[in-house]
């Protein structure tokens, strides 16, 4: 059961003018955990200190006491990133096939791939990457990061340029994906959608921990989750 | 690195890699361009007046593929894929991803190369001038060191994260033909050294070449193989060691 602790956090990039999160310390049990934030607030910089692809300039960020990188060689991650980003050579059944693999799950055929049934990609499995839709490569996206079943998943703006009907499946996938030991961090500009999915909801503000709402709170008490934005962030929320 | 840690990259790569070689590089196109040396080989060389005899440029015709091959399949090998940030995520190592991703492409060079070989002999009955087990043995020790001595750069150029290993390493393949001018022209003696260490040793390859073409003793080619050895090995620590430090951008 993976608890994140951010201690006393500061990221700053090479050449930038400012951080991109400062002194941010909180912990995470386990849950779906919705980061909301202006653009350049530092949501996905948090997730990628998570994944180990970035390092802290001060503090220290752990999960279940191991540094993040350690953390992923022994116990592996889920993470979606922004932009969906694949070997668009491959086919979908190639790809999941050789996630599977390192996994140590072996290269099972993907009839043989359970998640391909819960994502409806098994219609999928000749096709190309680079020939899906975006809302098809956000459930393969899904699929690939839940192989290896991680105790820890990522996901960066996971409903950007979706349909309707499209972000209704990927929440009835996401919330499909909850489990009493597992941490699912959601960064998303899409508050809506967060206010219903999120059992606890974190807000940033130009790499500050503004704010934070557990359990109920985070879904209906106190007025919405666009009003608390609109006061904590301000009139500088693009 | 022990042999273990990379078999399961070096699995996972196979399956993906031939996935890639039958759909971005060499692909159809790239497959049937692989077969043009084979080609040439059997046209009668010598008669085209660039080359002393059909041999002569043969031998040119299946080092300069060799050299085109080597860039072609391993410029990428190394180099950073915006998709690499999923097997990151499983726990791979990028290090041992991407050696292993090498190792595939180099052994598919070698494959192509041994097409070659059999194609340039077979060449050599139809031209009326076989050629002898020595001076197979000579070109084969040749073509592998040129390729390992290329691939092992591409490897090192594709670490540092530059997407233009082909650019480099025909820079440095055409500076490494002008190093005897470089050390006659350079003053002090230390621009010829730095040249002889820091290029590609494609004069100590040749030098390989000619002492096993002469029945040189093994001790007497020993100095050119163990500067190509070390280079190669030089240049795939110093790619491992840039590829352990290289962080997968996410969704780049």
């Known amino acids: 059961m993976p608890t994140l602790r951010f201690d006393s956090v500061s990221l700053r990039y090479p050449r930038a003018s400012a951080s991109a999160l400062a002194d941010v310390s909180m912990t995470l049990a386990p849950g779906i955990v919705g980061i909301v934030g202006a653009n350049g607030a530092g949501k996905s910089s948090l997730l990628k200190l998570l994944l180990g692809s970035r390092k802290v300039t001060a503090g220290s960020v752990t999960i279940d006491g191991d540094e993040p990188s350690l953390y992923r060689r022994r116990h592996g991650m889920g993470f979606i990133p922004e932009k969906p980003a694949f070997p668009d050579y491959l086919t979908v059944a190639e790809f999941l096939g050789g996630l599977r693999m390192i996994a140590g799950a072996g290269l099972p055929t993907l009839s043989e791939h359970a998640l391909a049934d819960s994502f409806a990609i098994n219609e999928l499995g000749a096709a190309r990457l680079s020939t899906l839709s975006l809302g098809q490569k956000r459930r393969v996206e899904l699929a690939a990061a839940l192989i290896g079943d991680p105790p820890l998943l990522l996901l960066d703006e996971p409903t950007n340029g979706l349909d309707p009907l499209a972000v209704a499946s990927l929440r009835a996938s996401i919330l499909a994906c909850r489990r009493p030991d597992r941490v699912i961090l959601v960064a998303s500009h899409h508050l809506d959608e967060l206010q219903r999915i999120a059992d606890r909801v974190v807000m940033l503000d130009r790499g500050h921990l503004v704010g934070s709402w557990g359990g109920d709170d985070a879904r209906d008490q106190a007025g919405s989750l666009e009003t608390r934005f609109r006061a904590l962030v301000g009139s500088h929320a693009s | ?252």
Not at chain 2, 91 to 111: E, H, K
Not at chain 2, 221 to 234: C, D, E, R, S
Request: aromatic share 10%; glycine share 8%; with cysteine.
């Open chain 2, 1 to 252: 690195m022990p042999v273990e840690q990379l078999r399961l990259p070096a699995t996972l790569g196979l399956s993906w890699q031939v996935a890639r070689w039958k759909r971005v590089v060499p692909a159809r196109l790239g497959g049937a361009a692989l077969l043009v040396p084979c080609v040439l080989f059997f046209l009668p060389l010598g008669d085209f007046g660039w080359f002393q005899n059909w041999r002569h440029g043969a031998r040119v015709a299946i080092s300069l593929s060799a050299v085109a091959a080597t860039v072609a399949l391993g410029r990428d090998s190394a180099a950073p894929q915006p998709s690499e940030f999923w097997v990151y995520q499983k726990g791979l190592s990028l290090a041992d991803w991407g050696l292993a991703r090498w190792l595939l492409d180099m052994a598919l060079v070698t494959t192509i190369l041994s097409v070659w070989l059999v194609a340039f002999w077979a060449a050599s009955f139809v031209a009326g001038d076989p050629e002898r087990l020595r001076e197979i043995a000579a070109l084969v020790a040749w073509l592998l060191l040129l390729q390992m001595s290329i691939g092992s750069l591409l490897f090192v150029i594709g670490a540092t994260g530059s997407s233009r290993g082909t650019e480099y390493s025909v820079l440095l393949f055409f500076l490494t033909l002008l190093q005897p001018l470089i050390a006659h022209a350079a003053a002090p003696p230390w621009v010829g050294a730095v040249a002889n260490a820091a290029l590609p040793p494609i004069h100590p390859a040749l030098d390989v070449r000619a002492g096993i073409m002469t029945g040189a003793t093994f001790l007497s080619i020993m100095p050119p193989l163990l500067h190509v050895g070390a280079y190669v090995t030089l240049m795939l620590v110093a790619g491992t060691f840039l590829l352990a430090r290289r962080r997968p951008e996410e969704g780049a």
